[in-house]
């Protein structure tokens, strides 16, 4: 799965993901490979990002918004720390 | 004739001119490419926050989404935002901007005006001290912004917009500024930040696919909303300040050029005045001799 990260300043993070969590409006959610369609605005907190190697990587957002469209994420973030 | 020593000074110092102009050149042109690099970094940002709101709108093309910043009403209170440089020697760029602000002051809100319903808010210090002389409305200058341009910042600015507008303080809110289109042309640009009537530009055409909502299409585009706003204020903010660069850079370019043709024109007088004396002190001595060889 391909991930981008993107706040108006820059660009987090472009890379391959095997699975990510992020504070979704509703409640914390992952996105695992061939996720449904989705759209949803994000709460501030932490997104964890696990690389096909298995590595954690996590960024705390104050909020944003998730599109996942056939196996490719884009997240847009107010701003990433 | 033109005493030497004199114009051996005023090249000396036209010199030094020119060294000062050229080293500001080369400090603009460093800025400009550093500030042009953040438009180019907030593009995909913008782009995709269009593409989304656009593919929302489409989808959500009969229901009524409640949008508190589309509120049309009786132009009342009108806020204009004007924003120019904080530092001169950038040309025609801060008075083009002035001049635009006051056209678009009496052309469209003259009532307004008399009626002391319109504030201005400035973004850099020449603007600022401009219409500060002419008494007009002024909301608190928001002089340091420019220089710590980060979207944080501008965010919060354009959220206190925002708030004023849904507040009711002002009916209509109104951008001018530079445009950056080459580091030599900005495109002088009044237009209108609040209301949103159109909730996507409609230049960006969404992929129409079937999306999981969450928490729910309206709740979504009301928070995109604010958003692609605040996207809005921070790319005006942002290519004004490009164009002030730009400016500077064009306006420098300019100066180092003029320096160089007057030092041209210095040293060509110069060397007539020196010639000039060596052929009077010549004169003399021959003179001299032929009158004691007479």
């Known amino acids: ?81 | 004739m033109a005493n030497l020593k004199a114009i051996r000074i005023r090249i000396a110092s036209v010199k030094s001119t020119k060294q000062i102009t050229s080293a500001m050149k080369m400090v603009s042109a460093a800025k400009l490419r550093k500030a042009q690099d953040k438009i180019v970094k907030l593009r995909p940002y913008a782009n995709k926050l269009q593409e989304m709101l656009a593919g929302l709108s489409q989808s959500l093309a009969d229901s009524n989404v409640e949008n508190v910043y589309g509120r049309v009403s009786a132009t009342e209170k009108v806020l204009i935002i004007v924003i120019t440089s904080n530092r001169g020697l950038c040309g025609a760029f801060n008075s083009n901007v002035i001049k635009e602000a006051k056209r678009v002051i009496s052309e469209k809100y003259y009532d307004q005006y008399h009626s002391g319903n319109l504030s201005l808010l400035t973004i850099g210090k020449h603007g600022f001290d401009h219409f500060r002389k002419l008494k007009m409305k002024m909301l608190p200058e928001r002089n340091s912004l420019l220089n710590d341009l980060t979207f944080d910042n501008v965010a919060f600015l354009a959220q206190q917009v925002m708030d004023s507008f849904t507040a009711k303080d002002f009916d209509r809110v109104e951008l001018v500024y530079n445009q950056f289109k080459n580091a030599a042309v900005q495109n002088l640009t009044s237009e209108l930040f609040l209301p949103v009537t159109a909730i996507s530009d409609g230049k960006i055409k969404a992929v129409p696919v079937d999306y999981i909502y969450e928490p729910g299409k309206e709740e979504i585009i009301q928070e995109l909303i604010p958003k692609s706003l605040m996207i809005h204020f921070y790319k005006a903010v942002l290519d004004s300040f490009v164009a002030e660069h730009g400016a500077r850079m064009t306006a420098m370019h300019k100066a180092t050029d003029n320096a160089t043709s007057m030092i041209k024109e210095l040293t060509l007088l110069y060397n007539k005045a020196r010639q000039a004396t060596i052929t009077n002190q010549i004169l003399e001595v021959v003179s001299g001799a032929e009158a004691l060889n007479g």
């Open chain 1, 1 to 81: 799965m391909k991930i981008e990260i993107i706040t108006p300043d820059k660009k987090v993070f472009d890379g391959e993901v095997k699975s990510v969590r992020v504070p979704g409006k509703k409640g914390s959610f992952q996105v695992l490979k061939d996720h449904a369609p989705i759209i949803s605005t994000l709460d501030s907190g932490p997104v964890i990002l696990v690389s096909p190697e298995g590595i954690e990587t996590v960024m705390e957002i104050a909020g944003g918004v998730i599109e996942v469209k056939a196996n490719k994420i884009i997240l847009l973030a107010d701003s990433v720390k």
